[in-house]
């Protein structure tokens, strides 16, 4: 008999972690198939930059709402630890990217972000071990830093049992089942589980 509940996440790395968290926040109960644990994919390999300066506004916009609604108040919004260190962030660049480097800030600042551009004379005096022989300006933002992918995924996925959803390790999902145009279920290592609700968080 295949188990059956509202909603499937497939993947335990940070996406179908934080997945599941929203869902389960949103009343579903969903279970988070791993094939193998939590982590293990990409999210175990990140560096954990948390960073808000992207060429494209639209990377920038996400980055910045994941910095304020989430990782800098991080107990408060999901609970547990995401192991956020703020220790500011440079994007450095040579004097023939300046242009590129200033019309970026200047986007970043429309979207709210605490970003300005500094000479690598400044730079030199924030951090005084950087080596500035490379670049001549940088970008600077003071907010930024790292987190810990893995703390990150566990506390989403604590989060997410704490309001009825399930992790399921060493589960691979072997199979999407649809009928009458519907995705319905799937077949896994560990047999059948039927929703009505499936994400494929499995990774690039
Ligand atoms: C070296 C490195 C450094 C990085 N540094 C940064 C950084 O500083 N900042 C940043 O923001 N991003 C960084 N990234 C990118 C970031 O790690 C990824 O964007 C993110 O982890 C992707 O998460 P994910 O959940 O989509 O994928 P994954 O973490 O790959 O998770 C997918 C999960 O699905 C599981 N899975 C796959 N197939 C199945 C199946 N059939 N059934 C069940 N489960 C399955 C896998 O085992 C895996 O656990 C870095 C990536 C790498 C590799």
Same mark, same amino acid.
Request: with cysteine; glycine share 10%; charged share 20%.
């Given at each position: 008999?295949?188990?059956?509940?509202?909603?499937?996440?497939?993947?335990?790395?940070?996406?179908?972690? &934080?997945?599941?968290? #929203?869902?389960?926040? #949103?009343?579903?109960?969903?279970?988070?198939?791993?094939?193998?644990?939590?982590?293990? +994919?990409?999210?175990?390999?990140?560096?954990?930059?948390?960073?808000? #300066?992207?060429? @494209?506004?639209?990377?920038?916009?996400?980055?910045?709402? &994941?910095?304020?609604?989430?990782?800098?108040?991080?107990? $408060?919004?999901?609970?547990?630890?995401?192991?956020?260190?703020?220790?500011?962030?440079?994007?450095?660049?040579?004097?023939?990217?300046?242009?590129?480097?200033?019309?970026?800030?200047?986007?970043?600042?429309?979207?709210?972000?605490?970003?300005?551009?500094?000479?690598?004379?400044?730079?030199?005096?924030?951090?005084?071990?950087?080596?500035?022989? #490379?670049?001549?300006?940088?970008?600077? $933002?003071?907010?930024?830093?790292?987190?810990?992918?893995?703390?990150?995924?566990?506390?989403?996925?604590?989060?997410?049992?704490? @309001?009825?959803?399930? @992790?399921?390790?060493?589960?691979?999902?072997?199979?999407?089942?649809?009928?009458? +145009?519907?995705?319905?279920?799937?077949?896994?290592?560990?047999?059948?589980?039927?929703?009505?609700?499936?994400?494929?968080?499995?990774?690039?």
């Amino acid at each position: 008999m295949p188990q059956t509940t509202n909603a499937i996440v497939i993947g335990a790395g940070v996406m179908g972690a &934080s997945i599941a968290f #929203h869902l389960a926040e #949103h009343g579903l109960k969903p279970a988070i198939l791993e094939r193998k644990v939590t982590a293990s +994919g990409a999210t175990g390999y990140s560096s954990g930059l948390v960073r808000m #300066h992207y060429d @494209l506004a639209a990377e920038s916009e996400l980055t910045f709402k &994941s910095y304020q609604q989430y990782f800098s108040q991080w107990k $408060e919004r999901v609970g547990g630890e995401c192991g956020f260190q703020q220790t500011g962030f440079l994007q450095i660049a040579k004097r023939e990217h300046e242009a590129k480097l200033r019309g970026n800030v200047i986007n970043q600042q429309k979207i709210g972000i605490n970003t300005s551009v500094i000479s690598a004379e400044e730079a030199k005096r924030l951090f005084p071990d950087l080596s500035t022989n #490379h670049f001549d300006y940088a970008a600077y $933002e003071p907010d930024s830093g790292y987190a810990d992918a893995t703390l990150t995924t566990n506390s989403f996925i604590e989060s997410a049992k704490r @309001l009825g959803a399930t @992790l399921i390790q060493n589960c691979e999902v072997t199979a999407i089942r649809a009928a009458g +145009g519907k995705v319905i279920g799937v077949d896994t290592t560990q047999g059948s589980f039927d929703a009505p609700i499936v994400v494929n968080a499995a990774g690039a």
